[in-house]
Structure formats: structure tokens, C-alpha cells
């Protein structure tokens, strides 16, 4: 029998609690991860819109084997106990200007990933505006601080303007595109940008 969106859900959910990590959004990176290569064991990655904390610590674990640095920021505070020794955190908002320097003095990352949301209102237009304006200011954040080389993921509601931020991508990127992993929920309007190898 078809799985329903409940059940599919669920699966997510309880193979992330099974497996240790706090939220189901790993199984994400995890995805794109796999058809991009993103992270390298070694490599210095800034992770925004941190918490919980599940995509933090399946980069400290897998992706950078604990060889390697990152540093998460979030509004809300990690659910990880402990925080693993590779990661700095730094709780508050990755754009104000306090949090931002602190982020540009960690610099700079072979690696920027982003699954930074809005808190949703139910207002399609709204959350989509302030999920581009996320997106929009993590992308000058790694047009700044992100290595030659380096990789960048960006989380995105749907809504028309993330073909403008791949435009401009495209600009900075050797490779640029969109990719809707199979662990987001089916109703779910997010979908990744990834820029691969920064010119
Ligand atoms: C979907 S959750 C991230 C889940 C996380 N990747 C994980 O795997 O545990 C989105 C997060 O973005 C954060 N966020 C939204 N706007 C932010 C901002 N301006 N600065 C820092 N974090 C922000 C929210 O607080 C929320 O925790």
C-alpha cells in the first residue's frame, strides 16, 4: 500500500530519533550530500539556521569525520548534548551586524550551508518573501566569505524568486541548480540551491 504523507513523515522522524539526531531535516543533507559532494573531511563549514542541530552534528560525524570545523549559528539554541568539540555556536540573528562579524572572523568556509526558515505565518507571500530574504543574504554572505572552491547549499521557499538567486549563482558558480530531496516533506514548498566550485 502507498505510503501516506503522515506515514512518510513519520518514517523520517523516527529513523532520525533511532539514529540520534534531533530533527529529520539530516536525511536532507544527506541527499544532496550524496549527489554533490558538498563537505570534505578537513573542511572549515559555516552552518546557518543551525538548530536543533541535526545537520551540525551529521557534518561533524559523517561528512567532516571530526576532522575539520564548523561554525553553527541559530536564533534557538543547539539540541545537541554535547556540542561536539569541532563546532562553535554562536546563538542570535547570522545577519545582525554583531553575529555577521563574528561569522566573518571565523571565516573564511570552503563549505556554507543554510536551512534557515522563517517562521511561518500561513501566508504563502509572506513566508515566501522572507525565505528569499534569508536566501538573499546568506548568498552575499558566501559571495564575501566563501573560499574559491567552496560549495554552498541555500534553503528556498518556492515562490518565484529563487530564479533570480540562481541567476545570480550561476554569476559566482561553476555549477549552479535546485534540488527538492526526497525526505522533504511532500507538501513542503522548500526546495535547495546549490552552487558547486566558487569561481
Ligand atoms: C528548519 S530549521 C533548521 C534545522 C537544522 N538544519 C537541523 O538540521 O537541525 C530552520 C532554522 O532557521 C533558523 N533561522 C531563521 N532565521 C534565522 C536568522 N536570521 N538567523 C539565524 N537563524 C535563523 C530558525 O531559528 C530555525 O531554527
Redesign the pocket.
Same mark, same amino acid.
Do not use: C, E, Q
Given at each position: 500500500m502507498a505510503k501516506t504523507r503522515r506515514d512518510k513523515a513519520d518514517f523520517y522522524t523516527k529513523k532520525a530519533h533511532k539514529e540520534g539526531?534531533?530533527?529529520r531535516?539530516?536525511y536532507k543533507?544527506e541527499e544532496i550530500q550524496a549527489s554533490n559532494n558538498i563537505i570534505k573531511p578537513g573542511d572549515k563549514v559555516l552552518?546557518?539556521? =543551525? +538548530? !536543533?542541530?541535526?545537520?551540525?552534528l551529521y557534518t561533524h560525524k559523517e561528512l567532516l569525520k571530526a576532522k575539520g570545523s564548523i561554525v553553527a549559528?541559530?536564533?534557538?539554541p543547539l539540541n545537541l548534548n554535547p556540542i561536539p568539540p569541532t563546532v562553535t555556536f554562536f546563538q542570535?540573528?547570522?545577519?545582525s551586524n554583531e553575529?555577521r562579524l563574528k561569522l566573518i572572523e571565523n571565516g573564511p568556509y570552503d563549505a556554507i550551508i543554510s536551512? =534557515? +526558515? !522563517?517562521?511561518t505565518m500561513g501566508n504563502r507571500n509572506v513566508d515566501t518573501m522572507r525565505s528569499e530574504s534569508?536566501a538573499e543574504q546568506v548568498l552575499y554572505l558566501a559571495t564575501e566569505h566563501l573560499k574559491p572552491h567552496g560549495n554552498l547549499v541555500i534553503?528556498i521557499f518556492q515562490g518565484g524568486g529563487q530564479q533570480e538567486i540562481l541567476k545570480q549563482m550561476r554569476l559566482i558558480f561553476n555549477k549552479a541548480k535546485t534540488t527538492k530531496p526526497k525526505a522533504c516533506r511532500t507538501d513542503s514548498f522548500e526546495i535547495f540551491l546549490i552552487g558547486i566550485d566558487k569561481k
Open positions: 539526531y534531533p530533527a531535516s539530516v543533507l552552518d546557518v539556521g =543551525a +538548530a !536543533p542541530g541535526s545537520w551540525t549559528v541559530d536564533l534557538n542570535g540573528d547570522a545577519f553575529i536551512d =534557515a +526558515a !522563517p517562521m534569508l534553503k
